[in-house]
C-alpha cells in the first residue's frame, strides 16, 4: 500500500475576527491558483488514487477537491484524524479500514505538524519528515497493511514549486 501525504496549500492568515473557528479558514485564491498546477503535476507521478481522505478542515478540505478536480482522483471523504491534534494511530485505523490491497493507494490531506510527525514515525524517525515541509507539497510512503510503525519507506516528496513544473510540462504535452 502506498500513502502519498498532501500539506494543504497556501491559506488565507488566521484572522480571529474572519474566522473565529480557524477550521472555517479557507484556502486564500492565490494559495488555490498556486496549488492548480501542483495539482496537475501529481497526475502523472500518482496516475491513480484509490481513496482521498482529508481533515474536515475547509482549507485542507478544499485542497483535497482540488486534487480530485485536477488530478482526476477520486472526491474526499472526511477524515478526524487528519485534523490539527490528530494522532497516528488514528489516521492509520482510518488508512486500515479501508482494507487497501498492496498496491493500493491513499491520499492524506491535512496539517503540519500532524503529517509530518505521522510520516516520521511511520518511517521510524524523530528527525521530522522532511525538515521545510511546504504548503502543497507531497511526499509518498510504501507500507504493508497493517503495518506497525516505524517500517515504511519514503519513496520520494516533492516540494509545490517542483508540482507547479511538473504540471506545466504535464498540460505541455497534452
Known amino acids: 500500500m502506498r500513502l502519498l501525504l498532501v500539506r494543504h496549500a497556501i491559506a488565507e492568515e488566521r484572522n480571529a475576527a474572519r474566522w473565529p473557528d480557524d477550521a472555517d479558514r479557507p484556502l486564500s485564491a492565490d494559495g488555490e491558483a498556486r496549488f492548480r498546477p501542483a495539482a496537475r503535476g501529481l497526475a502523472p507521478l500518482v496516475p491513480r488514487a484509490d481513496v482521498v481522505l482529508s481533515s474536515g478542515y475547509r482549507r485542507a478540505w478544499r485542497t483535497a477537491e482540488v486534487l480530485a478536480e485536477e488530478a482526476g482522483w477520486p472526491a474526499p471523504a472526511e477524515c ?23 498496491g493500493s493507494l491513499v491520499v492524506l490531506v491535512g496539517h503540519e505538524p500532524d503529517l509530518g510527525d505521522l510520516a516520521s514515525a511511520l518511517i521510524g524517525t524523530t528527525e521530522g519528515v522532511p525538515g521545510a515541509w511546504k504548503k502543497g507539497g507531497a511526499l509518498l510512503l510504501e507500507r504493508a497493511p497493517g503495518e506497525p510503525p516505524g517500517r ?18 504535464h498540460r505541455a504535452t497534452e
Open 80 to 102: 478526524a484524524a487528519l485534523e490539527p491534534g490528530g494522532d497516528a494511530e488514528g489516521v492509520l485505523a482510518a488508512v486500515d479500514g479501508r482494507n487497501g490491497a498492496p
Open 152 to 169: 515504511a519507506r519514503l519513496l520520494w516528496y516533492h516540494p509545490p514549486k517542483a508540482l507547479r513544473r511538473a504540471g506545466q510540462l
